[in-house]
């Protein structure tokens, strides 16, 4: 205020106060403008910040988007464990396959005395103990058995007909079963391209193979488990329990989702339009009584959270990014960190010993301090801003968290749907996607086959061989069992 607007005020000039008054009204009105306009920039940072420290350890992000800078992960590299196996550990070796299993014995006896370098007679080999055993294992030469099928005609004495020879259902294809079976398995379950098959079956098997027959080959195999794949999709639909996850996926550059639904038997994949609930539903039907494992991603939210059960494995993630922030919301995020590692301890020790009656006794008094982390910061207030809408998310699905402690088959995480999902997502990423409607319902089909055999321990290459044989004759498909 100048000096002469305030001599003027106290002279009791009305005017020149009440300009005051207005400019003064201005800068409060003005103030407040850039109090909101910080208050907006320090949101913004607040989430740049956010995005730029988001790695594998506090998000859904897979590892191999971590940026250099990401903190080191849980035992990795900065855990200062030493690479293999652990001290403790119980090694592995290659066991030795009995007599009866070996093709070929060959015997080795000394020829000389290693001491006085006596040479052994014929009759002086004779064991004073068992001998040892190696074994080594060799492919044979590989090359393509061709078959020709010569088709004669003969013409009939009798009325002058030529009748030509049935070819037999064998050599309805250019390419036997097995082989086929082989080119499939290399593209599905060890996603080799195209091209590289061509080279592989050339160097391998000494066959000649066009990118496109491979084409073919997969797309012949896709329509042969037609039928195995809805045996699978009404096997999951009345599971105990089941996995599920989805990821993103590209038809013909456009977007698209993978959907995979797993039990501990059988997996079933699905690609659909989105992410909604109503892929869900078509995927576990309408009428599924089973448990349900999932992130807390909203197209599941159709479900009774007493059906649920969340993963414990995001929600360790989540409680890691809150633990990075500031004030109250980085100790709510270390008190949950506290609780989510007492309970994989508590779930650990599970798998060791099988006392469901000593887990729930050491995860009640974990749902008593989340319980009260939660509902305090579930409040409104300034200070809760940042972990709320978190907070009041587990409340409201409080029964989802402890559906592992009482119900058989169910696990704390959703680490089963992701395995099956990885072998999946390398696969687009390799591939990019399917080209066509068609070749959506081929991957979905061999994508299925392939982790419910890997699940069963069976090799997806003797079932695809039975499976391609029994197209072959018009034969019913056999089941995956």
């Known amino acids: ?35 909101e306009a910080n208050g907006r920039l320090e949101a913004r940072v607040a989430e740049l910040e956010r995005r730029l420290n988001r790695s594998s350890r506090n998000s859904s992000l897979p590892p191999s988007q971590d940026p250099p800078s990401a903190p080191k992960r849980p035992g990795g590299k900065g855990s200062g464990r030493k690479r293999g196996g652990q001290p403790g550990h119980e090694g592995r070796y290659r066991r030795l396959l009995p007599s ?23 009759r002086e080999r004779v064991d004073v103990a068992e001998p040892s055993r190696r074994q080594a294992a060799e492919l044979p030469p590989i090359a393509v058995r061709v078959t020709e099928h010569r088709l004669h005609r003969v013409c009939c004495p009798e009325c002058a007909t030529v009748t030509a020879a049935e070819p037999p259902a064998a050599s309805r294809w250019a390419f036997g079963p097995r082989l086929q079976a082989a080119v499939v398995t290399l593209a599905v ?7 590289d098959t061509t080279e592989l079956a050339r160097e391998l098997f000494g066959v000649e193979l066009a990118t496109g027959t491979v084409d073919a080959i ?10 195995p794949y809805t045996e699978l999709e009404q096997r999951l639909k009345q599971a105990a329990a089941v996995n599920i996850d989805e990821t993103g996926w590209k038809t013909c550059g456009g977007s698209r989702t993978l959907w995979g639904a797993l039990t501990s038997r059988t997996a079933v994949f699905r690609i659909a339009a989105g992410r909604h609930a109503f892929e869900a539903k078509t995927l576990l039907g309408e009428r599924f009584a089973g448990i349900v494992c999932s992130d807390r991603w909203r197209g599941y939210d159709y479900l009774d959270p007493i059906q649920r059960q969340l993963c414990w494995a995001h929600l360790l993630r989540d409680f890691t990014a809150h633990s990075e922030g500031l004030s109250e919301q980085h100790d709510f995020g270390c008190a949950g960190l506290v609780i989510a590692h007492e309970l994989f301890a508590a779930w650990d020790a599970y798998q060791q010993d099988g006392s469901r009656a000593r887990l729930q006794a050491r995860i009640t008094p974990l749902q008593a301090k989340l319980r009260t982390l939660l509902e305090h910061a579930a409040r409104k207030s300034p200070r809760t801003k940042y972990h709320r809408d978190f907070a009041r998310n587990l409340l409201k699905r409080w029964p989802a968290l402890w559906t592992f402690t009482h119900t058989d088959g169910v696990e704390p ?61 018009g034969d019913p498909i056999p089941a995956l069992t």
């Not at 379950?189 to 091209?195: E, K, L, P």
């Not at 997969?218 to 037609?226: K, M, Y």
């Not at 959506?440 to 044989?469: G, M």
């Open 100 to 122: 009866e299993r070996v093709d070929e014995i060959v015997e080795h006896w000394p020829e000389r005395c290693r001491s006085c370098a006596h040479v052994f007679a014929e």
């Open 1 to 35: 205020m100048e000096r002469a607007e305030a001599e003027a005020i106290l002279d009791g000039d009305r005017g020149t106060a009440v300009g005051l008054l207005l400019r003064l009204d201005e800068l409060v009105e003005a103030n407040q403008c850039l109090v």
């Open 189 to 195: 379950r060890n996603r080799v391209s195209r091209r």
């Open 218 to 227: 997969i797309q012949r195999a896709g329509d042969a488990l037609a039928g």
């Open 413 to 473: 995480t959703n680490n089963h749907a992701e395995r099956g999902l990885r072998g999946a997502v390398i696969y687009r990423k390799l591939s990019l996607g399917s080209q066509s409607e068609r070749g959506e319902r081929t991957i979905e089909r061999l994508l299925s086959a392939s982790v419910t055999c890997r699940l069963r321990k069976q090799s997806l290459f003797a079932y695809l061989t039975h499976a391609l044989t029994a197209h072959a004759r």
